[in-house]
Each structure stands twice: as structure tokens, then as C-alpha cells.
């Protein structure tokens, strides 16, 4: 018998019984972590964090699923330990990785806050999303907090979603993006051609979606996600919309080799003409609109969605004249136009007046980035 193989084999034999680490001394000290603290890292009546902390390290240590993420837990708030946030979202990854839906949701949650932490926000929104799928409450409410802090996060949350759950799709299915807006529970509006041709859709960062309604003629679509995004926008009940009204869009275009980024514009009406039907379809605007804003809100100066951002201009066949040199306006489908389309459909929609009236610039940016989401297509 080869000698080495020999040693290697009584080692295998000797290695389970140093430090108590026997397979019943793991399941006691597995039992004994689980007893001993909560879900939530509360410690049990009368125990002391120290062992708690030995116990739940020794089980994780010793391939104990259960512990994984209770072994994190100790390690991220110092429960019997000094903190080691760096440790502990290794024991919250395997954990992520293996074990029961709910210790992993608790874990992609717990990831995700030791990022934003760190402010890694992208890398946050991205585990939020994947907790939030698996039924966490309080990863679904940080999931839209923090989309509306830091719009700007969400393309590079995308992109990290896609590595971290290749689920909807790899890189190369990646076909196209868009703008949204959130007009329900879990309802995105956007473009008919943003949805065009996608097997799979998604409302970043990984929020699988399907379609509900399209209408190739006026371009609008809605799809579906059972995640809340938010308060819906408030959509206003008439066209009327003077020339000298500012207007904001808000959007995830991306120029040229940029990524994506959440950008709010401002404009108004133009004052070129249109021809045709397309009159009643679209209004004209100087608001700067570039790929990657369509289906994005347009809204009013009391923060009320008055259009639907369908392209940057010149358009050919729609403008009489091109746009000015140097400058890239836009058109957007008509509010009266949005409403038929959702009452055909059956599409429930909120309707005000007059909205609340945002009280500065930062306040518009902070209303426009939350109605607005962007929009993922893959086509496999």
C-alpha cells in the first residue's frame, strides 16, 4: 500500500476528533447556537455571548449549513467576539449559497447592509433585490430606499445582479435598456419599443417582470414585477400644458461608451411643429433626451407625469425642421394618449388636479428618481 496514501488516510481518521469537532460535538454545538440566539442576534435568557459565540463559530467551522448564518451574525455585531464584518459576509455568503430560503434571505439582506455600510451601494441594492425576491420585508423597503438615494448606483446594480444570479440572463442575452415609470404596485409604464422583442424583461437591478398590455401605435407598454416600487406617480387628467411651463424628465440614459445613468432634464415646450395625427400624439420639447430615456416620465412643475419620453428628435417624417445644431430635444406621448391606453387595457392609474408642488431642484430630482425606474430587456 503506498505509505502516503497510508498517512493521508490516518489523517482523515484524526482530523474529525481534534477539538471536539466529532460529528455529534458539531451537532451539539450547532444546536447549542440556535438555541441560544435569535434570528435577529438577540441572545436567549440566561446565555452567555461568549459560548454562544464559540458555538456558532465551532458548527460554522465545522460544516454546519444551519450556522452559516448565525456564525455571520456573531461576527458582524461582535455578539461573545470582537466584529469582523469582513468575515462575517463570508459566513452570510455561504449562507446565501445553501440552507433554507429563509436563513438565505436573511443573509443577501445581511450582505447587502454590510455594503451600504461600506458604501458600496451598488453591491447593496443588488443583494436587497435577491432578498427581496425571497419574501424579506425589510430588504423590499431598502431596496426602494436606497434606488431613490442613489439612482445613479442602479445600472452598476444591474450589472452586479446578473453575476451574483445569472437567472434572467448573462451578459451577452443583455439586449437593451429603457426608462420606466411606476404608475402601481409593482406597475411600470414605458415604451412599446423598449419591451420590443424581449424573452425576458426586468426592473433593475434584477426584478424579473413580465408584460401586461403594448400598443405599437403609441408606443406604450406596461410590465409587471411583485416587488413595490414605491408610491405611484400621479398622472394628470388633461393635456393642457402652456409653452411656458418648465418640464423635467427623468431617465437612465446613456451617451455614447457612457453606462447608464439616472439624469433629470429640464425644458419645456417646443414650440416647432408637428405634422399629421402625430399632433395629437406627442408633444415636442427642449428638454436634452438621449438613448436610454424612452418610456421615462415627463413630468410638470407640480410634479405630475403629463407625458411618456418616446425619443430624441429630429424624428424623420414627424419634425418639419431638424432640431437645432448641437442640441438633442425630444417628444413624448401625450398624457390624454396614456390614459386611453391604460383604460383599454384596464390598467388602474392614479389621477390629481394638481400635484404637490416639489419645493427645490433637489426635491424634483429626489420625485423624478422615485417614479422613475430603468428597464432591462434580455433576449436568449
Not at 116 to 128: M, N, P, R, T, V
Not at 150 to 170: N, Q
Not at 175 to 187: A, E, L, M, Q, Y
Not at 190 to 217: F, K, R, W, Y
Request: hydrophobic share 45%; glycine share 10%.
Amino acid at each position: 500500500m503506498n505509505p502516503r496514501l497510508t498517512a493521508a488516510a490516518a489523517l482523515f481518521l484524526v482530523i474529525p476528533f481534534l477539538d471536539g469537532f466529532t460529528p455529534a460535538a458539531r451537532a451539539d454545538q450547532a444546536g447549542q447556537c440556535m438555541a441560544s440566539l435569535s434570528l435577529d442576534g438577540k441572545l436567549h435568557s440566561g446565555a452567555d455571548a461568549a459560548q454562544v459565540a464559540s458555538a456558532c463559530l465551532g458548527a460554522a467551522n465545522g460544516g454546519s449549513v444551519q450556522a452559516y448564518y448565525l456564525a455571520g451574525l456573531v461576527l458582524e455585531q461582535g455578539i461573545g467576539t470582537a466584529k469582523d464584518p469582513g468575515k462575517a459576509e463570508s459566513w452570510y455568503r455561504k449562507a446565501a449559497g445553501k440552507g433554507q430560503p429563509q436563513a438565505q434571505s436573511l443573509a443577501q439582506f445581511a450582505i447587502g447592509r454590510i455594503a451600504e455600510a461600506q458604501g458600496k451601494h451598488d453591491i447593496a441594492l443588488s443583494w436587497y433585490s435577491r432578498a427581496a425576491l425571497k419574501g424579506h420585508a425589510r430588504a423590499a423597503e431598502a431596496l426602494l430606499r436606497l434606488r431613490i438615494e442613489d439612482p445613479a448606483a442602479v445600472f452598476a446594480a444591474a450589472e452586479y445582479t446578473i453575476i451574483i444570479d445569472p437567472s434572467l440572463g448573462s451578459d451577452d442575452d443583455f439586449s437593451k435598456f429603457g426608462s420606466g415609470i411606476v404608475i402601481g404596485n409593482g406597475v411600470v409604464l414605458t415604451n412599446e419599443h423598449v419591451v420590443a422583442g424581449c424573452s425576458q424583461m426586468a426592473v433593475a437591478p434584477g426584478l424579473p417582470a413580465q408584460i401586461v398590455a403594448t400598443d405599437p401605435a403609441s408606443d406604450l407598454a406596461v410590465i409587471k414585477t411583485r416587488i413595490p416600487l414605491g408610491d405611484p406617480a400621479a398622472i394628470a387628467p388633461d393635456d393642457t400644458l402652456s409653452a411656458e411651463m418648465d418640464l423635467y424628465t427623468g431617465g437612465y440614459p446613456g451617451v455614447g461608451t457612457a453606462e447608464p445613468t439616472f439624469v433629470m432634464t429640464t425644458g419645456r415646450r417646443s414650440e416647432r411643429k408637428v405634422t399629421g395625427d402625430d399632433m395629437d400624439l406627442y408633444w415636442l420639447l427642449t428638454n436634452q433626451i438621449d438613448p436610454g430615456n424612452s418610456g421615462g416620465p415627463l413630468i410638470d412643475a407640480s410634479g405630475r407625469v403629463v407625458g411618456v419620453v418616446a425619443a430624441e428628435l429630429p424624428v424623420t417624417g414627424i419634425v418639419k425642421k431638424s432640431a437645432p445644431v448641437g442640441l438633442k430635444e425630444g417628444m413624448a406621448v401625450r398624457a390624454g394618449v396614456v390614459r386611453a391606453f391604460l383604460d383599454r387595457h384596464g390598467i388602474a392609474y392614479r389621477t390629481v388636479a394638481q400635484g404637490s408642488v416639489p419645493k427645490t431642484a433637489a426635491d424634483m430630482k429626489r420625485h423624478a428618481a422615485a417614479v422613475s425606474v430603468l428597464v432591462e430587456c434580455f433576449a436568449k
